[in-house]
């Protein structure tokens, strides 16, 4: 089976500094990666996922993801955060041949970017 | 507008009794999800549904039971012999079929505690 890491269970960030979040996943076959995010008191929505091609996936408000296939890894970036952006984001993947469409997530990153 | 509704958002127990959560979705998607969310430890599945009338477990399915009756309708019971209830419930749903798909749509949740 498969499992997820994300390894920065809290981040605080200034307005306008950079963000990666790390996202390591244990699977040897293919995968299907995503991230989703959640906003104080709204419900879980997709920022981004990859299924093939172009290992460097954009999503919405700014962030992109990188898909390292050699580190088993779908980091999550963004060049300049927002107040706004303050949420947790979760990582999560699929096997692809898993037919049931099951994601497993990690255990979520808290951001909190200040003013 | 389409999407997944739960009921209710709020919901106190006391400990030996069951409870009925509520999903109900409009996307005519074929397979629906029941995750746990708890602090720090992410998303985890509870049960799952690909087809009306068929339902598999997740990976903490113990305490916890489902039914399919219904393409929209996919109800989570959490029963008096799961030992640690409170929580945070999600819904989800997706189109079943297909090697790159597993995007989820998640309903806002609902967050049962037991007195």
Known sequence: ?115 | DGGITQSPKYLFRKEGQNVTLSCEQNLNHDAMYWYRQDPGQGLRLIYYSQIVNDFQKGDIAEGYSVSREKKESFPLTVTSAQKNPTAFYLCASTHRQGRNTGELFFGEGSRLTVL
């Open chain 1, 1 to 115: 089976a498969q499992s997820v890491s994300q390894h920065n269970h809290h981040v605080i960030l200034s307005e306008a500094a950079s963000l990666e979040l790390g996202c390591n996943y244990s699977y040897g076959g293919t995968v299907n990666l995503f991230w989703y995010v959640q906003y104080p008191g709204q419900h879980l929505q997709l920022l981004l996922k990859y299924f093939s091609g172009d290992p460097l996936v954009k999503g919405i408000k700014g962030f992109e993801a990188e898909f390292i296939k050699s580190k088993f890894s779908f980091n999550l970036r963004k060049p300049s955060v927002q107040w706004s952006d303050t949420a947790e984001y979760f990582c999560a993947v699929k096997a692809v041949e898993n037919a049931g469409n099951m994601l497993t997530f990690g255990g979520g990153t808290r951001l909190m970017v200040k003013p």
